[in-house]
């Protein structure tokens, strides 16, 4: 039975000269951590016995799917898994989440071999008999259990130490995180700020996940002002600031979000006068095992002399 550490310890560190606590999720279990195993608290505590198949779908390297396998082993569920392309190279030589997700069991095929004919355009999870549907990457109403969670924990954190004001900062994919966490702490009261910045399609596409999931503004976190990405791109830049920020914090974070979502909160950070700022916190993404294949893609672009 997995166990998750409860709560997810913190970090406090110094980049740049800002005192930041690193909310450690991706020590919350080391085959089940970060923000999908957040998002998938809801069903590692429920009930399911009359559940004989998961079934999910998105990227062939996403930490949801590899988080997915981990709780259907766990339970033994089988996981049935569609996307969208299935590199030769990938099926021949299995690497990251794709290949640890194997291991567990999972069961991988193209969407046009998909026999649930509604689960591509699924944004909720639905049971069918004995068989349970989860959105991609977790975007879905049940996620917002595990970020209740997570708001208590740094409700407490901040309890504990008598702080004033808390700044909250994360990177967004769907968004969904950062979303259910601003609109906890309001639910319960609490004046602490959420922070995001938009890793995949830029700030239209994000804006329009929340309002997706909830239709009121003042609930939606604050979407800083960047540039826009485009997901999965290499940027060798981005990589050289992955690497300073293990040296200088000696924590290993995820290549993907990560380091889009620490960089743009510096640059934030050094656009506000000192009394703007709330006692800065930071939530680590977990899903490093996704960084074996990401380094062998930046080795390819960017050489391979590059550091590890």
Known sequence: MIEIRQPSPSTCINFDGFNIVIKRDDLLHPDFSGNKARKFIYFLEKDLTDIKKIVSFGSNQSNAMYSL????????????????????????????????????????????????????????????????FIPEGGRCETSKYGIIMLTNELIAYKKERSIEKMDIYLPSGTGTTALFLQQSLKELNDSSKVYTVACVGGEEYLRKQF?????????????????????????????????????????????????????????????????????????????????????????????????R
Not at 78 to 86: G, P, Q, R, S, T
């Open 211 to 307: 309002f997706d999931l909830c239709d009121e503004v003042d609930m939606h976190p604050t979407i800083l002002k960047t540039k826009k990405y485009h997901f999965g791109k290499l940027d060798c830049k981005l990589y050289d600031f992955w690497i300073e920020l293990r040296q200088k914090t000696l924590i290993e974070f995820d290549l993907l979000y990560d380091p889009i979502g620490f960089s743009e909160m510096i640059k934030h950070l050094k656009r506000l006068k000192a009394d703007d700022m709330g006692e800065i916190v930071y939530i680590h993404q977990g899903g490093v095992k996704g960084n074996e294949t990401m380094i062998q893609r930046y080795k390819r672009k960017c050489g391979e002399d590059i550091q």
């Open 69 to 132: 396998s981990v709780l259907c082993k766990d339970r033994g569920i089988e996981f049935y898994y569609f996307v969208d392309h299935l590199p030769a190279y990938l099926q021949e030589n299995p690497a990251g989440n794709y290949k640890e997700a194997l291991k567990n069991g999972m069961k991988i095929d193209l969407f046009k071999n998909c026999p649930y004919d509604f689960l591509k355009d699924l944004s909720r999870t639905v049971q069918k008999e004995d068989t349970l």
